[in-house]
């Protein structure tokens, strides 16, 4: 049977005005909890569109939803923020993302993703009512590795990135403030999360947007990549059944180590069916019925050559499993596009 949240529980959402925040906000609002959503909106990109997914989510909770403009840099304002509100859960979705902008604004990372996550995650340490603590990790932490599918038990001490790094430097934290102060956690691995309300980095949205102006996309490494698109629906139902699924404090010492007790966990989040790019680009050109202009360039430095989730410890631990093929999940994506920028 399918837990559930525990009722009338009050919830904080860090990185409410973006793509997956703002989905899981209104998941959330849904269901009539509580919902205490923070974003500092920053210029990373379009700052209209984080705005038109609050003014979403916000006419979905009415009196439920709060949101404050808050930069998890800022120490003192996140300890304060935790210490007036008696919150069940954390969601915590805030983060610099992109792969590629880390090569640019490598500070941003550390900033936002190694300080930010400290500051959170050390607030929390006064929440005598949180039940369970759920962060956003990222398949990029598997950086090259040639094992696939990836399981979490693989060894991700090699990224590739420095987005990659900051991500399982996250996953290492949330180990040790666990381990320490008893704090149930999970990171989910997310695998290229697509969908209505995206991101303008992300392929999906650049695509779309170059083939509706006839301009030419570029196809990293001729076309030789392998992605594991995971639509947003799918993605927002498996961590709110992740979050129901509160992890135990299990001595985890299977490596010799001593004292390695910790209620700390990871999961893949992915279709676990990857699809190379070209197919890709097929489908989209297919929902759009209008061909690609493409212009084949080389490998990027940072990024990886083909992901792929194993879904076993998600599927046994949740028994959900994922809806949405890559046709479905692109049509409802260019359906949402063609209508928000008419």
């Given at each position: 049977?399918?837990?559930?949240?525990?009722?009338?529980?009050?919830?904080?959402?860090?990185?409410?005005?973006?793509?997956?925040?703002?989905?899981?906000?209104?998941?959330?609002?849904?269901?009539?909890?509580?919902?205490?959503?923070?974003?500092?909106?920053?210029?990373?990109?379009?700052?209209?569109?984080?705005?038109?997914?609050?003014?979403?989510?916000?006419?979905?909770?009415?009196?439920?939803?709060q949101?404050?403009?808050?930069?998890?840099?800022?120490?003192?304002?996140?300890?304060?923020?935790?210490?007036?509100?008696?919150?069940?859960?954390?969601?915590?979705?805030?983060?610099?993302?992109?792969?590629?902008?880390?090569?640019?604004?490598?500070?941003?990372?550390?900033?936002?993703?190694i300080?930010?996550?400290?500051?959170?995650?050390?607030?929390?340490?006064?929440?005598?009512?949180?039940?369970?603590?759920?962060?956003?990790?990222s398949?990029?932490?598997?950086?090259?590795?040639?094992?696939?599918p990836?399981?979490?038990?693989?060894?991700?001490?090699r990224?590739?990135?420095?987005?990659?790094a900051?991500?399982?430097?996250?996953?290492?934290?949330?180990?040790?403030?666990?381990?320490?102060?008893?704090?149930?956690?999970?990171?989910?691995?997310?695998?290229?999360?697509?969908?209505?309300?995206?991101r303008?980095?992300m392929?999906?949205?650049?695509?779309l947007?170059?083939?509706?102006?006839?301009e030419?996309?570029?196809?990293?490494?001729?076309?030789?990549?392998?992605?594991?698109?995971?639509?947003?629906?799918?993605?927002?139902?498996?961590?709110?059944?992740?979050?129901?699924?509160?992890?135990?404090?299990?001595?985890?010492?299977?490596?010799?180590?001593?004292?390695?007790?910790?209620?700390?966990?990871i999961?893949?989040?992915?279709?676990?069916?990857?699809?190379?790019?070209?197919?890709?680009?097929?489908?989209?050109?297919?929902?759009v019925?209008?061909?690609?202009?493409?212009?084949?360039?080389?490998?990027?430095?940072?990024?990886?050559?083909?992901?792929?989730?194993?879904?076993?410890?998600?599927?046994?631990?949740?028994?959900?499993?994922?809806?949405?093929?890559?046709?479905?999940?692109?049509?409802?994506?260019?359906?949402?596009?063609?209508?928000?920028?008419?």
């Amino acid at each position: 049977m399918k837990k559930i949240l525990h009722p009338n529980s009050t919830i904080l959402v860090t990185g409410a005005a973006g793509f997956i925040g703002s989905a899981l906000a209104e998941r959330l609002l849904s269901h009539n909890f509580f919902v205490i959503g923070i974003d500092n909106l920053n210029e990373y990109y379009d700052v209209n569109l984080k705005l038109d997914r609050l003014k979403r989510t916000e006419a979905a909770g009415r009196e439920n939803f709060q949101f404050i403009k808050m930069d998890l840099c800022d120490g003192p304002s996140i300890k304060g923020l935790l210490r007036d509100h008696s919150f069940d859960y954390v969601v915590h979705m805030g983060a610099q993302a992109g792969v590629r902008y880390s090569l640019e604004n490598p500070q941003g990372y550390i900033d936002s993703n190694i300080q930010g996550f400290f500051n959170l995650l050390d607030a929390s340490k006064s929440l005598t009512r949180l039940k369970h603590f759920v962060y956003a990790s990222s398949s990029s932490v598997y950086g090259g590795s040639k094992n696939l599918p990836f399981s979490e038990s693989e060894n991700v001490s090699r990224p590739v990135s420095l987005y990659a790094a900051t991500k399982a430097c996250n996953e290492l934290m949330a180990f040790t403030y666990s381990h320490l102060h008893g704090i149930p956690l999970t990171g989910v691995r997310l695998f290229t999360v697509y969908g209505p309300w995206g991101r303008p980095d992300m392929a999906a949205f650049g695509f779309l947007r170059k083939i509706l102006a006839s301009e030419e996309i570029e196809i990293f490494n001729n076309g030789n990549m392998k992605r594991d698109f995971t639509f947003i629906d799918d993605v927002v139902e498996s961590v709110l059944r992740v979050l129901a699924e509160i992890p135990l404090a299990l001595d985890t010492d299977t490596h010799g180590y001593e004292n390695a007790e910790s209620s700390s966990r990871i999961l893949n989040i992915g279709n676990g069916s990857p699809v190379s790019l070209m197919e890709f680009v097929d489908i989209l050109e297919k929902c759009v019925g209008k061909k690609a202009r493409i212009k084949f360039v080389k490998f990027q430095p940072g990024d990886v050559k083909s992901t792929f989730a194993d879904m076993t410890e998600f599927k046994h631990l949740t028994g959900f499993e994922f809806r949405t093929s890559l046709e479905v999940g692109l049509k409802k994506f260019v359906s949402w596009y063609t209508s928000y920028f008419k």
